[in-house]
């Protein structure tokens, strides 16, 4: 039997987590089979795609800032298309098929801290690619959003195309407005992350300790923004930790069928954070 070859595209994609998990996944199950990290550059992706095919390369996962593009090289199932966006692409059965697993990710996450979603008044800081998926899944399930975004132009895009959603600026007053009605806050930026990982977009002053807090940014484990969470006294507050692996998760079960072994994808990762 020949080795399974799995990998993720992207660019840059040195620090990606996905080997350390996955390949941490695929020992604990016994399965011969390989991730790997390969840099892509844009005007490449087609080839790449089509490259992996060829290859016989059994599964990718898409990172910035090919998950857009990515979309018109692939069959994308229904939600990935509605996103625009994929995360993932499965070549077991022939034709390039992609899905995105970011949205499925995040809600997993949420349903495990906070239960029900429905009827939830949700803040989400961004209206990237990330911020799509989330927003598609938790509007899907019946919260309440609200879409805060630098352009807002993306912001107002974003909200017209769910069915219950709103946006706002933004800016510290109107942000501090709104957070004091909201059930779940949620910053799909990258403000926060390594290697500016003293910013954060919101502060302890804007929080209540009734909020959730949730940032999907993982490097650091533990941001800025929910340092000044624990200032403020919120009792729920979510690592991004967690959606990178339950996004992975996912991802290998599409693949390969099987239960993955989310608690050794974990602790794989936080050891790689800790020692980065
Ligand atoms: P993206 O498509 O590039 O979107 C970035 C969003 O952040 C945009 O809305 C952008 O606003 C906003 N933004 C960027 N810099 C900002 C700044 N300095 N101040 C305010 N807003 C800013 O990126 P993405 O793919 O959604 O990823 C976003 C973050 O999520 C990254 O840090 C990524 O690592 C993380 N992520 C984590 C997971 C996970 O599993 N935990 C999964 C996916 C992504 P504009 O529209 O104004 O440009």
Same mark, same amino acid.
């Given at each position: 039997?020949?080795?399974?070859?799995?990998g993720?595209?992207?660019?840059?994609?040195?620090?990606?987590?996905?080997?350390?998990?996955?390949?941490?996944?695929?020992?604990?199950?016994?399965?011969? &089979?390989?991730?790997?990290?390969?840099?892509?550059?844009?005007?490449?992706?087609?080839?790449?795609?089509?490259?992996?095919?060829?290859?016989?390369?059994?599964g990718?996962?898409?990172?910035?800032p090919?998950?857009?593009?990515?979309?018109a090289?692939?069959?994308?199932?229904?939600?990935?298309?509605?996103?625009?966006?994929i995360?993932?692409?499965?070549?077991?059965?022939?034709?390039?098929?992609?899905?995105?697993?970011?949205?499925?990710?995040a809600?997993?996450?949420?349903?495990?801290?906070?239960?029900?979603?429905?009827?939830?008044?949700?803040? !989400?800081?961004g209206?990237?690619?990330?911020?799509?998926?989330?927003?598609?899944?938790?509007?899907?399930?019946?919260?309440?959003?609200?879409?805060?975004?630098?352009?807002?132009?993306? &912001?107002?895009?974003?909200?017209?195309s769910?069915?219950?959603?709103?946006? !706002?600026?933004?800016r510290?007053?109107?942000?501090?407005?709104? !957070?004091?009605?909201?059930?779940?806050? !949620?910053?799909?930026?990258?403000?926060?992350?390594?290697?500016? &990982?003293?910013?954060?977009?919101?502060?302890?002053?804007?929080?209540?300790?009734?909020?959730?807090?949730?940032?999907?940014?993982?490097?650091?484990?533990?941001?800025?923004?929910?340092?000044?969470?624990?200032? &403020?006294?919120?009792?729920?507050?979510?690592?991004?930790?967690?959606?990178?692996?339950?996004?992975?998760?996912?991802?290998?079960?599409?693949?390969?069928?099987?239960?993955?072994?989310?608690?050794?994808?974990?602790?794989?990762?936080?050891?790689?954070?800790?020692?980065?």
């Amino acid at each position: 039997m020949v080795k399974k070859v799995y990998g993720v595209i992207g660019d840059p994609i040195e620090h990606s987590l996905s080997p350390v998990m996955h390949n941490a996944a695929f020992e604990a199950l016994g399965l011969d &089979a390989i991730y790997l990290a390969f840099r892509v550059a844009e005007h490449e992706l087609g080839d790449a795609i089509r490259g992996a095919k060829s290859l016989g390369i059994a599964g990718l996962n898409v990172t910035i800032p090919l998950k857009e593009k990515a979309l018109a090289f692939v069959d994308a199932d229904d939600v990935a298309t509605r996103i625009g966006a994929i995360n993932t692409i499965d070549f077991t059965s022939g034709t390039p098929t992609g899905y995105n697993t970011d949205g499925i990710g995040a809600l997993t996450v949420l349903k495990e801290r906070v239960g029900e979603i429905r009827g939830k008044e949700v803040l !989400i800081l961004g209206a990237g690619g990330a911020a799509r998926a989330i927003a598609f899944y938790l509007d899907a399930e019946g919260a309440r959003l609200t879409i805060a975004n630098r352009t807002e132009d993306r &912001a107002a895009m974003l909200a017209s195309s769910l069915h219950n959603a709103d946006f !706002i600026s933004l800016r510290e007053e109107e942000l501090k407005r709104h !957070i004091r009605d909201a059930d779940i806050l !949620i910053n799909t930026t990258p403000v926060g992350m390594y290697p500016r &990982a003293d910013a954060t977009l919101v502060n302890a002053g804007m929080m209540h300790s009734e909020l959730v807090v949730f940032d999907i940014v993982y490097n650091p484990a533990e941001t800025k923004l929910l340092r000044e969470a624990k200032k &403020a006294g919120v009792q729920t507050i979510i690592e991004g930790v967690k959606m990178l692996v339950y996004q992975g998760a996912a991802s290998f079960r599409i693949w390969t069928g099987m239960e993955p072994p989310v608690e050794v994808m974990e602790s794989a990762v936080r050891e790689a954070l800790s020692l980065s």
